[in-house]
């Protein structure tokens, strides 16, 4: 239901002067609950002729939203209100999609209704079975899980109607539990082992690992330990306000496309390594330094503006002192290696050798540079068996509901248009076309 009040001008405004014509502009702030005022620059154009100039939307507030808040300085981030770290530790990833997609905390019925009508979506027509037959074995599976999700809203035409509540809500609930199924099915089809269905008793992380690691021919016990740290890992990366991936579904969805549609245009966006590809770049990174001694040759090379080389797994657009999901993910990480009896793991070994070398230079020091959440991500993972080509395709399941939530906001905004930024035209001016017969 949309209860959304209109944002609140402040007596505060901003005077632009046009040095030229000496003309002047009140500009009305807007305040929200938290973060920093934003300048609203809605009529701008309508009422002075001029565009704003912003590549990378480093001074952008795109959209108004109730789901999740950052402030990149103290390395705070909260779902509806709530911080990660506590949710990290006393909640569970049903509750986390839950509290994203309704706005607080479910009750117990609440949740157990949630639960069940989640698992309750979780196979896939079988008739996509064929459709992943399609893909050559060794595609990479960020290609498979585009064209898959994409292809959803062909299997389920029934919720696609944008502008029926129950339609986007069939759609939501369709797209978080499917996607653990797409994921597992697309590293089954790599390894040419039987896709395996879902299980309906499990726990949604629980039945995700099973799905990737069972096999019809023997039973398959989830070990706690990685459930819950797969879990952990899930409420983590559920959302992350407006991010590239969740700023391209929000952009997608804007001209009324259909979920399925948005989400797989999410996960195109999201595959690139400065965004959630950078955990499978980690791991490559890590790879390829190999070892410790060779750490300081690549830290040259980050620093090096002629070398596009730059430590993956490091900085970030909005936090500036820590990641806090990094800290959550650092423990985690010891957690699963003990757990596997993993003692001398040689990759761990570099990153946390890489760490601490990177943290003590001036350069990453001064540009506040500091590992984030796939420093981390990609090392777990590893220790778990998944494949490193797959780390990515972790990222867009845990995000999925990040997406929709912020999708479903978008939709039921009353003042939400279609997104079409303008630009700063530098190529030629208007040409004399010659005929070919005429050119040389
Ligand atoms: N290694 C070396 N130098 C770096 C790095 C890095 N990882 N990240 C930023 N810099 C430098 C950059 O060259 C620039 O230097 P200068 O001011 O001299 O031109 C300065 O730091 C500021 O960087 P920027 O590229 O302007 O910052 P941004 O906010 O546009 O980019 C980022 C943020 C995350 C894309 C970038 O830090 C990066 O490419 N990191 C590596 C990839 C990565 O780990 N991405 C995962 C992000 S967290 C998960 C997610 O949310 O998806």
């Not at 299997?155 to 369709?174: L, N």
């Not at 400065?274 to 955990?279: E, I, L, Y």
């Not at 001694?293 to 040259?300: Q, S, V």
């Not at 793991?345 to 990153?351: G, N, R, S, V």
Request: one cysteine or more; glycine letters at 6%.
């Amino acid at each position: 239901m949309n209860n959304k009040k209109p944002p609140k001008a402040t007596s505060n405004t901003f005077t632009l002067t046009n040095n030229k014509t000496g003309e002047s502009y009140e500009l009305p702030v807007l305040s929200g609950t938290m973060g920093p005022d934003v300048i609203d620059v809605r009529r701008l154009y309508a009422d002075t002729g001029h565009f704003t100039y912003d590549p990378g939307y480093t001074s952008t507030g795109s959209c108004e939203s109730k789901i999740t808040f950052i402030d990149g300085e103290k390395g705070i981030l909260l779902y509806r209100g709530y911080p990660i770290d506590v949710l990290a530790e006393q909640s569970d990833f049903m509750e986390v999609c839950n509290l994203l997609l309704y706005g607080d905390l479910p009750s117990q019925s609440q949740k157990k209704k949630f639960e069940r009508d989640i698992t309750y979506h979780t196979m896939l027509h079988e008739q996509l079975n064929y459709f992943f037959r399609g893909f050559r074995r060794d595609s990479h599976p960020m290609a498979v899980m585009v064209g898959v999700v994409g292809a959803l809203s062909a299997f389920y035409h029934d919720s696609t109607d944008i502008t029926d509540p129950y339609h986007r809500m069939v759609a939501s609930y369709r797209l978080i539990a499917k996607m653990p199924t797409i994921a597992a099915m697309a590293y089954k089809y790599t390894i040419g082992q039987p896709f395996v269905y879902p299980r309906n008793d499990l726990k949604f992380s629980e039945n995700f690992l099973y799905m990737m690691f069972g096999t019809p021919c023997e039973e398959f016990k989830v070990n706690p330990v990685l459930a819950k740290a797969m879990d952990r890992i899930l409420i983590l990366h559920a959302d992350h306000e407006q991010n590239a991936s969740t700023s391209t579904v929000r952009l997608a969805g804007s001209s009324g496309a259909n979920p399925f549609a948005c989400i797989a245009a999410g996960i195109a966006s999201l595959w690139g390594p400065a965004h959630g590809g950078a955990n499978e770049a980690v791991l490559n990174m890590l790879t390829e330094i190999g070892d410790a001694k060779n750490i300081p040759e690549f830290i040259k090379r980050a620093k090096d503006k002629d070398d596009p080389f730059r430590l993956m797994g490091f900085g970030h657009r909005v936090y500036k002192n820590f990641d806090p999901r990094a800290r959550v993910l650092e423990k985690t990480c010891h957690e699963v290696l003990d757990e596997l009896g993993i003692e001398d793991e040689p990759l761990l070994d570099i990153a946390v050798e890489l760490e601490r070398i990177a943290l003590e230079d001036d350069y990453f020091v001064s540009k506040k540079l500091y590992p984030n959440v796939d420093f981390y991500s990609g090392i777990i993972f590893k220790a778990m068996g998944i494949p490193t080509s797959l780390f990515t395709v972790l990222f867009a399941v845990a995000r999925t509901v990040g997406w929709v939530a912020q999708w479903n906001e978008m939709i039921e905004d009353p003042t939400q248009k279609i997104g079409r930024p303008r630009q700063l035209f530098m190529g030629d001016k208007e040409k004399k076309y010659i005929p070919l017969h005429k050119r040389k």
